[in-house]
């Protein structure tokens, strides 16, 4: 079927998403996996989230981005995980076209915040290692403020431009998209409009608000490690790297598996490793994210003492 012949066909109202249809015998064990993950993942996050709301310690830049990122990281999974979950448990794996739609709106809104929120942490990092002078001037709250806003803000008017263009297409062939969840180049394939429009307009954001901060963050850290080398002393090397160490694992596990999907081919033998990588950055990074923090990040770790010990005194 050409593009554009959609006027003639029959539309259809709901996509089925395969998922790990394929493997019948572990629903049931997929179910109580995915629960365990998910029930982990919001409890970490809120508790990152909470430490960083109350504790006048953890009042800094650095980490009112990483309560940002890490209220981000409980609206991320909700997107995807108790969709899938119910689906192991019913088996129903049907949802209608507009209800794709808005799960890939969510989806997206939440993938190019967090793109925008993890160059901001480098920011903070490049300014606070690279100019300490300076640091407390231009990384002031206001600026935090409006780094945050504008993240959030721009995710929702891009994405809405998508998805309205998306909204346009028609479907009227194969209806079966081989994800767990609702992939927009699997979307667009299944269409049998024209793409063109939104395929370019799918690059061009790609381009932006993927790719842009991806290299805005490599170059915060070339500078970051460059600095770092110059420094004379051991100790303050040490003392250096360990003030950015947990994001730089966060922004490699992230931008690792983000890449690994989007470079594999979503074909042949090759399939099921795509959906695999696809659960690390969709269900597993939010799940990670949390728990590198807490093992990591000094202050954290201090926020968490101090939150159990005033805990046991209430007790």
Wanted: with cysteine.
């Amino acid at each position: 079927m050409e593009k554009g012949e959609g006027e003639n066909q029959t539309s259809i109202s709901e996509f089925i998403l395969l998922g790990f249809g394929n493997l019948p015998g572990l629903q049931i064990l997929f179910f109580l996996l995915f629960l365990g993950i998910y029930i982990v993942t919001m409890a970490a996050n809120l508790v990152i989230v909470v430490l960083v709301v109350v504790d006048q310690h953890l009042h800094s830049p650095m980490y009112f981005f990483l309560g940002n990122l890490s209220w981000l990281e409980i609206c991320y999974s909700s997107t995807i995980v108790p969709r899938m979950m119910a689906s192991f448990l019913t088996g129903d794996r049907t949802v209608s076209v507009t209800g794709c739609m808005v799960q890939f709106y969510w989806f997206g809104v939440l993938l190019t915040v967090e793109c925008y929120l993890l160059v901001s942490m480098s920011y903070d990092r490049y300014l606070a290692i690279c100019k300490p002078l300076r640091y407390a001037t231009l990384m002031n709250g206001r600026f935090c403020m409006q780094l945050a806003a504008g993240s959030w803000l721009s995710s929702f008017i891009i994405l809405a431009i998508i998805i309205y263009l998306v909204s346009q297409l028609a479907f009227c062939g194969p209806n079966e998209i081989d994800n767990f969840f609702c992939d927009l180049t699997q979307m667009i394939n299944l269409s049998c409009s024209d793409t063109g429009l939104v395929n370019l307009a799918t690059l061009i954001f790609s381009s932006t608000n993927i790719i842009l901060p991806f290299l805005l963050t490599l170059a915060s850290y070339v500078y970051i490690i460059s600095t770092i080398l110059r420094i004379s002393s051991i100790n303050g090397k040490q003392k250096a790297f360990s003030t950015c160490s947990s994001h730089l694992i966060m922004v490699t596990i992230y931008y690792g598996t983000l890449i690994t999907v989007y470079m594999l081919p979503n074909t042949g033998a090759l399939r099921n490793l795509n959906k695999f990588v696809s659960v690390l950055y969709t269900v597993l990074t939010p799940l990670i994210n949390p728990l590198i923090y807490s093992l990591k990040n000094k202050k954290v770790k201090e926020a968490l003492r101090r939150a159990r010990q005033k805990c046991w005194v209430f007790q």
